[in-house]
C-alpha cells in the first residue's frame, strides 16, 4: 500500500489528475514536485497563464483557507509558499513572454518608526506565493518612501502594516497625503498588523484591513478582480 | 552590595580562574534562591510602552538609549523596582545582531548588552529588597530554516552573542521572551548554556492561542521538560489580552508540569477610541488578572505591553492582600477580563478536521 502510495509518476498522470496532484505537493510543501509538475504541463501545451492560475494559484487557495480556518499554521504555509516560488520562477519570464494578465503588484513595508517586519516578511511571502509581484519597501518608511515606491513602481496595491499603537496611526498620514494629491483612487490600500482593527481600517481612509497574511491575500485578489472588472465595464 | 548573594558563592581559591564568571550559578542563582523562598514573584511591566512615554521616537531602536540615555533607562528599571516588582528586565528586547542590523547598530551587540545589564544591575543592588537582573532575550525576527533562510547555528551564534555582553553587564539570569518556534527557543536555550547563564524563556501566543508558529500551551510544556538544559521557568508573554495569556497559563498548568510557570500579559487590548490608542487594562483589571494568574499556576506575575508602574503597584498590593483561589475555570477568566480571542486554543481533545487528501506520499 505505501509503496503503491509513494510511487507516484507525475509524467503519467492524465492533466486534470496532475493538476489535483500539484494542489496536494503544494499543501505539503514539495517544491521539487511542483517544479517538475510545471514542467510536464510546460510540455502537453498548456500556457503559461493556464498552470498559474489552474494548478498553482487554486491550490495555493486551499492552503489560505485552511490557514484562515486554524488548521494549517505558518511554518506549513510558508513551506507552501516557497513550493509555489518556485513554480513561479520557470512561469515567470513565460508569463512576461506570453503577455498574460498579471495577478497584480504590491508594495509593502512597515510605516514610519515600526521596526517589527514579521508580519509584513508573511505577507510579502504569501503574496508572492499568491502569484502576486512584490517590492518589499522594509520597515519604517516614509510617506515620501511610500510615494516614491508608488510612483516608480506604479502597482496595484499599497500595503502597510504596523505593530505598535503609537505608529498605527501613521497609516493615516500616508492615506491623507494620497488624498492630498488626487492619488488616492490609484491604489487599492490594505493595512495590517496586530493592534489594528476593521474599525481602525475603515477610520483611516482604507480599503481593507486585513486580519492575518491569508486575509490579506484573499482581499488582494477580491479587490485587483473588482479593479480589472471596472476598467473592463469603464 | 548585594544582599541576596549567597556568601557560600564567595568562598574558594578559583578566583582567579572565575575572574569572569565570579557571578555565575555554581552554587545557586539568584532567581533560584527567590524562588525557594517565595511562593509567587512580581516581574516587570512594559518596556516600549513605558520608553515612549519618556520620550523615545518609535522607530528608533530602544537599546540605543541604553548607552545615549542612560538616566530614563535607570528610570525605567527603578519604575518597575520601586512598584514592587522582584524581577526586572533589561532594555535588550531587541539586542540581538538581526534587530539592531536595522538600525546599522549590528556591530554593537555586545556594548549594548552589557550597559543594559550594567545599568540594571546598579538599580538592583541598591534597592530596598532583593531583585534580579533578568537579561531580556527577544527573538530574531527572522524565520528559520527550512521555512526561512536562519540556522540553528545561526540562531544559537546571535543568541549567544547576546548572553555574553548581559552577562558581561551583570545580569543574573537570561529571559527570553516573546518566541513564536520551538527551534527558535531552543537555540535561545542552548546558547544560555554556552554563556553559563540560567534562563527563563516564554512565548507569546497570539494566533487563537498558540504561537504564530502554531506551538500550543501543551507542545511547549512537553518541549520544555525535554530540554538537555532546560529553563528555571517558562510560559507566557505578551500575546493578545489577559484572558487569552492565563487561558494559556491553565493548558502549562493542565500538563502538570512542576516548573515555575511565568505569565507576564498585556494591559488589556489597544483600543482605537477618538483618534487615539489606549489600553484597556486599568490597574484594577491587572490586579485581578495577577491573583488569577497565582490561581491558574503561575508563579511568576508580570505584565507586558501597556503595563505601567501603577498597573504593577495594584498587582503587588493585590498578591499580597488577596487570599489564593481554586484553580478558575474559563468562565471565571472571562467573568472577570473579559472574552477570548479564540473560541479554542488548540488543547484538549478537539482536533481540527483533517484534509483529505487524495494521495499521500513520503
Redesign the interface.
Known amino acids: 500500500m505505501a509503496d503503491e502510495e509513494d510511487d507516484i509518476i507525475l509524467s503519467e498522470l492524465p492533466d486534470d489528475e496532475l493538476t489535483l496532484q500539484m494542489h496536494d505537493d503544494l499543501y505539503d510543501g514539495l517544491k521539487e514536485e511542483i517544479e517538475e509538475a510545471v514542467g510536464i504541463l510546460l510540455e502537453r501545451g498548456w500556457t503559461p497563464y493556464d498552470i498559474l492560475t489552474k494548478a498553482l494559484v487554486a491550490g495555493m487557495t486551499v492552503v489560505g483557507n485552511d490557514f484562515r480556518d486554524g488548521i494549517l499554521f505558518v511554518p506549513e504555509v510558508l513551506l507552501a509558499a516557497n513550493a509555489m516560488k518556485g513554480g513561479m520562477a520557470i512561469l515567470k519570464p513565460l508569463l512576461v513572454e506570453t503577455g498574460a494578465p498579471r495577478m497584480g503588484k504590491m508594495v509593502i513595508g512597515t510605516v514610519k518608526g515600526d521596526i517589527h517586519d514579521i508580519g509584513k516578511n508573511l505577507v510579502s511571502m504569501m503574496m508572492e506565493g499568491a502569484g502576486f509581484e512584490v517590492l518589499d519597501l522594509g520597515i519604517n518608511n516614509s510617506v515620501d518612501a511610500y510615494l516614491e515606491a508608488l510612483e516608480s513602481e506604479q502597482p496595484d496595491i499599497l500595503g502597510m502594516s504596523a505593530l505598535l499603537t503609537t505608529t498605527m496611526p501613521y497609516m493615516k498620514v500616508v492615506i491623507d497625503t494620497l488624498i492630498e494629491q488626487g492619488k488616492r483612487d490609484d491604489y487599492i490600500v490594505l493595512v495590517g498588523g496586530a493592534p489594528l482593527n476593521e474599525e481602525f481600517g475603515k477610520a483611516i481612509g482604507a480599503d481593507a484591513y486585513c486580519r492575518d497574511a491569508a486575509v490579506a491575500v484573499e482581499t488582494a485578489k477580491e479587490f485587483v478582480a473588482r479593479k480589472h472588472n471596472q476598467m473592463a465595464t469603464g | 552590595m548585594m544582599p541576596y548573594m549567597a556568601p557560600v558563592a564567595q568562598i574558594g581559591g578559583l578566583g582567579c580562574l572565575l575572574l569572569v564568571s565570579e557571578r555565575t550559578h555554581d552554587m545557586t542563582d539568584a532567581l533560584s534562591r527567590l524562588l525557594e523562598t517565595r511562593d509567587w514573584l512580581l516581574a516587570d511591566g512594559a518596556t516600549?510602552t513605558n520608553l515612549?512615554n519618556m520620550g523615545l521616537?518609535?522607530?528608533d531602536?530602544p537599546e540605543l538609549w541604553n548607552v545615549d540615555e542612560p538616566e530614563k533607562i535607570r528610570t525605567l528599571y527603578r519604575g518597575a523596582v520601586e512598584a514592587g516588582s522582584d524581577i526586572f528586565l533589561t532594555n535588550t528586547f531587541?539586542g540581538n545582531a538581526s534587530?539592531l542590523k536595522?538600525?546599522a547598530a549590528e556591530g554593537r551587540v555586545r556594548e549594548l548588552n552589557r550597559v543594559a545589564a550594567e545599568l540594571g544591575r546598579e538599580v538592583a543592588d541598591k534597592a530596598d529588597h532583593p531583585v534580579v537582573v533578568a537579561g531580556s532575550v527577544g527573538?530574531t525576527?527572522e524565520?528559520m530554516e527550512?521555512?526561512?533562510s536562519l540556522t540553528y547555528a545561526g540562531a544559537v551564534e546571535m543568541f549567544h552573542e547576546q548572553a555574553e555582553g548581559l552577562k558581561e553587564g551583570g545580569a543574573d539570569v537570561l529571559w527570553v521572551e516573546t518566541i513564536?518556534?520551538p527551534e527558535e527557543y531552543k537555540a535561545a536555550g542552548e546558547a544560555a548554556k554556552l554563556a553559563g547563564m540560567p534562563w527563563c524563556g516564554t512565548m507569546s501566543f497570539?494566533?487563537?492561542g498558540?504561537t504564530?508558529?502554531?506551538v500550543t500551551s501543551a507542545n511547549m510544556a512537553e518541549m520544555v521538560e525535554k530540554l538537555p538544559y532546560p529553563p528555571l521557568a517558562f510560559g507566557a508573554n505578551c500575546g493578545v489580552g489577559a484572558s487569552d495569556l492565563l487561558r494559556t497559563v491553565l493548558g502549562f498548568s493542565a500538563a502538570g508540569v512542576e516548573r515555575p510557570i511565568i505569565a507576564k500579559g498585556n494591559a488589556g487590548i489597544?483600543k482605537?477610541v477618538d483618534?487615539?490608542?489606549?489600553?484597556d487594562g486599568t490597574p484594577e483589571l491587572m490586579a485581578d488578572y495577577a491573583v488569577l494568574a497565582r490561581d491558574c499556576g503561575a508563579t511568576i506575575i508580570g505584565g507586558c505591553c501597556g503595563t505601567t508602574p501603577e498597573h504593577l503597584r495594584a498587582m503587588r498590593e493585590a498578591l499580597e492582600t488577596r487570599p489564593r483561589g481554586p484553580r478558575p475555570s474559563l468562565d471565571q477568566i472571562t467573568e472577570s477580563l473579559g472574552g477570548f480571542s479564540?473560541a479554542?486554543d488548540?488543547t484538549g481533545d478537539e482536533e481540527?478536521?483533517?484534509?483529505t487528501?487524495?494521495?499521500?506520499?513520503?
Do not use: K, N, Q
Open positions: 516600549g515612549f521616537s518609535s522607530g531602536a531587541g534587530r536595522l538600525h527573538p525576527g524565520i527550512p521555512m526561512g513564536s518556534a497570539d494566533t487563537a498558540r504564530m508558529m502554531g489597544p482605537y483618534g487615539h490608542i489606549h489600553y479564540s479554542s488548540g481540527p478536521p483533517a484534509r487528501r487524495r494521495r499521500r506520499r513520503g
